[in-house]
């Protein structure tokens, strides 16, 4: 097949999406396809530059997050002329957060009409807004933290009064735990959502849930194996999450078979509950008395060598190859 992979974009998350999308190329070109990769942020030169070269890492060869103009999310409609010009018979789509992520990306190619992998337009925004995906879990009763949604940074904060601490802040549609605050007494409360309203989005102070942080992986309508993640830092933050050596993980996590299956189920549950569809992570946390909660789900997991879904995947007996053909083949299938 002919295989466009976009990668890169203009999110916070740019640099592992290069690293995701040359790992998918590499993998799509083993397997035997023709491969293209195309950078929507990206001008035309750098795309030639972008399939001349291996492994991107932070602005080695290739214009990191802070080389990118402002004017350069305009490129994106460019790009997407040119995908549809290439006529591939699929995109991979390899994009990390902001609009590969957040059902916009998927609009576009919906209206270009080119197959793409993993969820719709509509599935891609639900997932990416953590208040709207926590409105979804309630209605289809999936355990979720309880949160306050502030809408602006002049909002009343008088619903916080009587929160008992600790609390996590997070911007509402950051990825890669950008802005997250865990804070641990009152007078912090402010200056953390203060700082998570820098990312423009709506807050949410959200339920501290202590215990143990996992991650289940959907693929081809079932779950994976439960990793259980144990950060060097306490908090599963950017660099536990993209440095070798950051986090420890156990796959299969050490539960209890009752456990493992109550989580997987309700993983798949929170996958179906937003209408996702091909593959998705689903972060969750279990309290100490083993009750889970669902903090996201993931419509754009990492595929790295060292990310989560591939490590699911080995634990259950598929390779990073099948990984991405099966990934591949759920795409073609929403046609
Ligand atoms: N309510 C919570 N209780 C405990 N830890 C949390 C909570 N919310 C977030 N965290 C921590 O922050 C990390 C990132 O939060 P998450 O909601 O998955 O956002 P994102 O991954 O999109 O930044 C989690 O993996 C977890 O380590
Ligand atoms: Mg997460």
Redesign the pocket.
């Given at each position: 097949m002919k295989i466009v992979v976009l990668m890169g974009g203009d999110s916070t998350e740019r640099d592992v999406s290069l690293v995701s999308g040359d790992q998918i190329a590499k993998t799509l070109v083993e397997n035997g396809h023709e491969v293209i990769k195309i950078d929507p942020s990206a001008t035309r030169d750098e795309q030639t530059e972008l399939n001349k070269t291996d492994i991107h890492w932070i602005g080695l060869d290739y214009p990191s997050i802070d080389a990118l103009p402002l004017h350069r999310s305009s490129l994106y409609l460019k790009n997407i002329m040119l995908v549809r010009r290439l006529r591939p018979d699929i995109v991979f789509n390899a994009l990390h957060g902001g609009k590969g992520e957040n059902g916009i990306v998927q609009g576009m190619l919906e209206a270009a009409e080119i197959p793409y992998t993993g969820s719709g337009m509509l599935a891609s925004a639900i997932a990416m807004q953590?208040d709207i995906s926590k409105m979804f879990f309630r209605q289809n009763n999936i355990p979720t933290?309880r949160a306050v949604i502030l809408e602006r940074p002049d909002s009343s904060r008088k619903k916080l009064k009587n929160a008992r601490f600790p609390q996590?802040v997070?911007p509402n549609d950051?990825?890669?735990?950008?802005g997250?605050h865990?804070v641990e007494r009152k007078e912090e409360l402010d200056a953390a959502i203060d700082d998570a309203f820098k990312f423009k989005s709506k807050v949410l102070v959200?339920?501290?849930?202590?215990g143990k942080?996992i991650t289940v992986s959907v693929i081809r309508q079932r779950t994976l194996p439960v990793i259980e993640?144990i950060?060097e830092h306490g908090?599963?933050?950017y660099e536990c999450k993209y440095k070798e050596g950051m986090s420890r993980y156990e796959v299969p996590a050490r539960l209890s078979d009752e456990v493992t299956r109550q989580v997987q189920n309700i993983a798949f549950k929170a996958h179906q509950a937003l209408g996702c569809t091909g593959y998705s992570r689903v972060?969750m946390?279990l309290n100490e008395q083993n009750e889970p909660?669902v903090?996201?789900v993931?419509t754009l997991p990492g595929m790295t060598g060292t990310s989560l879904v591939p490590k699911a995947a080995k634990a259950a007996g598929i390779n990073f190859n099948s990984l991405v053909e099966m990934i591949v083949e759920e795409g073609l299938k929403k046609k």
């Amino acid at each position: 097949m002919k295989i466009v992979v976009l990668m890169g974009g203009d999110s916070t998350e740019r640099d592992v999406s290069l690293v995701s999308g040359d790992q998918i190329a590499k993998t799509l070109v083993e397997n035997g396809h023709e491969v293209i990769k195309i950078d929507p942020s990206a001008t035309r030169d750098e795309q030639t530059e972008l399939n001349k070269t291996d492994i991107h890492w932070i602005g080695l060869d290739y214009p990191s997050i802070d080389a990118l103009p402002l004017h350069r999310s305009s490129l994106y409609l460019k790009n997407i002329m040119l995908v549809r010009r290439l006529r591939p018979d699929i995109v991979f789509n390899a994009l990390h957060g902001g609009k590969g992520e957040n059902g916009i990306v998927q609009g576009m190619l919906e209206a270009a009409e080119i197959p793409y992998t993993g969820s719709g337009m509509l599935a891609s925004a639900i997932a990416m807004q953590k208040d709207i995906s926590k409105m979804f879990f309630r209605q289809n009763n999936i355990p979720t933290p309880r949160a306050v949604i502030l809408e602006r940074p002049d909002s009343s904060r008088k619903k916080l009064k009587n929160a008992r601490f600790p609390q996590v802040v997070k911007p509402n549609d950051q990825g890669s735990t950008i802005g997250l605050h865990i804070v641990e007494r009152k007078e912090e409360l402010d200056a953390a959502i203060d700082d998570a309203f820098k990312f423009k989005s709506k807050v949410l102070v959200e339920e501290y849930i202590p215990g143990k942080e996992i991650t289940v992986s959907v693929i081809r309508q079932r779950t994976l194996p439960v990793i259980e993640i144990i950060p060097e830092h306490g908090l599963y933050d950017y660099e536990c999450k993209y440095k070798e050596g950051m986090s420890r993980y156990e796959v299969p996590a050490r539960l209890s078979d009752e456990v493992t299956r109550q989580v997987q189920n309700i993983a798949f549950k929170a996958h179906q509950a937003l209408g996702c569809t091909g593959y998705s992570r689903v972060d969750m946390r279990l309290n100490e008395q083993n009750e889970p909660y669902v903090l996201e789900v993931n419509t754009l997991p990492g595929m790295t060598g060292t990310s989560l879904v591939p490590k699911a995947a080995k634990a259950a007996g598929i390779n990073f190859n099948s990984l991405v053909e099966m990934i591949v083949e759920e795409g073609l299938k929403k046609k």
